[in-house]
């Protein structure tokens, strides 16, 4: 009997476990990756790290505030070999991706952020902000 999931779901189990991601691997997507979006080195989710799926890192604070609110003065401390520009690429590459839920991307992509960069900094963008209810502040 098969499991519940999704296909695209299934094709992202099917992967080897441990995809060695690192700055070698950030010349390895397509422009039409880049532009449509990818999978391609998110993890699958029984590899990543508890802390990263539990949202309890700095890494999945920022992709939350990026995602949720937009952030400004980004400011990234790369670990070594890493070029930033390539780097935020396919993070946004893999961030716009429909394939897996939601979870699995924030936890995963915080995971590869993690790889990639050793500190962040930034501020959230405040370009024309509503509170709860949807009234403008």
């Not at 790889?115 to 370009?127: K, R, V």
Request: aromatic share 10%; glycine share 6%.
């Amino acid at each position: 009997m098969k499991k519940m999931g999704t296909k695209n779901a299934d094709s992202i189990n099917a992967r080897p476990a441990a995809i060695l991601f690192g700055p070698e691997q950030l010349d390895q997507i397509s422009m039409f990756e880049l532009q449509f979006s990818t999978t391609k080195f998110l993890p699958q989710y029984h590899v990543i790290p508890n802390q990263f799926k539990f949202g309890h890192t700095k890494w999945n604070r920022l992709l939350s505030d990026w995602f949720y609110s937009g952030v400004t003065d980004l400011q990234l401390v790369p670990k070594r070999g890493v070029d930033v520009k390539k780097a935020l690429r396919v993070i946004k590459a893999h961030m716009i991706s429909f394939e897996p839920s939601h979870g699995h991307k924030e936890a995963g992509v915080a995971y590869m952020m993690s790889l990639l960069f050793e500190d962040a900094e930034w501020s959230l963008d405040s370009a024309d902000r509503m509170d709860a209810i949807g009234e403008r502040k």
